[in-house]
């Protein structure tokens, strides 16, 4: 596995793969990650593998995404060992720059730069959910998403679904911007326990694990009455919120079911596939999980 720090190395690392002789045609697919990876981080490596020639890794600590009170100078960076995480995965070329080169006229020019672009302003949707918790967080992931982008070129870019209303957004930005991109997205990861896979996990004691999974176990739950019960979604979510509201030690922050396609809550007359979205803090540590609902037609 090749590592490039500047655009430079990368350019001329993805170059030197086209040279070779057969692949002018090659195709390149982008996972990007903010590094303290784990298993769920590989699966989109290899789901990466499925679909081109070449993949490529970001590690970068994005501080645009970075609100009041999150601290980006102790945000986990575990380079050495992420690299050899993705060699053992297969992953082809890391690029791992710093703040100056993905930003090369300076934070505040970036952000203004974004600013003035429609496309990269998440809007309303940005507002809600994990929006609503962390505000001007989706407007700086944006930002960085598409600066990587224009940096790797890619054909392809791979995200977990673990993060609906991210995906959601970029979706939305790479339609206009990158209409030649094809986004993927990868199912979730989870732990035998049903747990998502996130880095956040690392904070988590056996106790406040115990509590963790009971996210999961909340959606499924909304699910089982919708899919099996025949419930509509707001009964789904109240069969969720009783399970998770039995754990007190998880704060909700939110529960809720959205139609994917606007990122917006659904109402009882939907019909068709929905996801119920859920965020709680264990301890000091906020978790995120969804899955997806397929809502029936309701006959008298």
Known sequence: MKIAV??????????????LPGCAALKVAFVP??????????????????YADLVVVSIFVNPLQF?????????PRTLEADA????????????????????PAGIDMANQQAARN?????????????????????DGMLAVVARLFELVQPDFAVFGAKDAQQVFLIKRMAATEFPDLHIIEAPIVREASGLAMSSRNRYLDEAALTVAVQLS????????AAETLAARPSVAIKAALARIESVPEAKLDYLAVVDPSTFEPIDDAFVGRALMLIAAAVGSTRLIDNIT???QEQFA
């Open 84 to 103: 050899e995480l993705l060699k053992e995965a297969g992953a082809d070329l890391l690029f791992a720059p710093t703040v100056d080169v993905v930003y």
């Open 6 to 19: 500047t655009a430079q190395e990368l350019s001329a690392a993805i170059d030197e793969e086209r040279d």
């Open 293 to 295: 609902i397929d809502f």
């Open 217 to 224: 176990k909340a959606i499924n739950v909304g699910k089982a």
């Open 118 to 138: 429609p496309a990269l302003q998440s809007g309303e949707v940005g507002k809600t959910f994990e929006g609503a918790a962390r505000p001007g967080h989706f």
């Open 67 to 75: 609100g009041a009170g999150e601290d980006f100078d102790k945000y």
């Open 33 to 50: 990650t903010m590094g303290a990876l784990h298993a769920g981080h590989l699966s989109l490596v290899r789901k990466a593998q499925e």
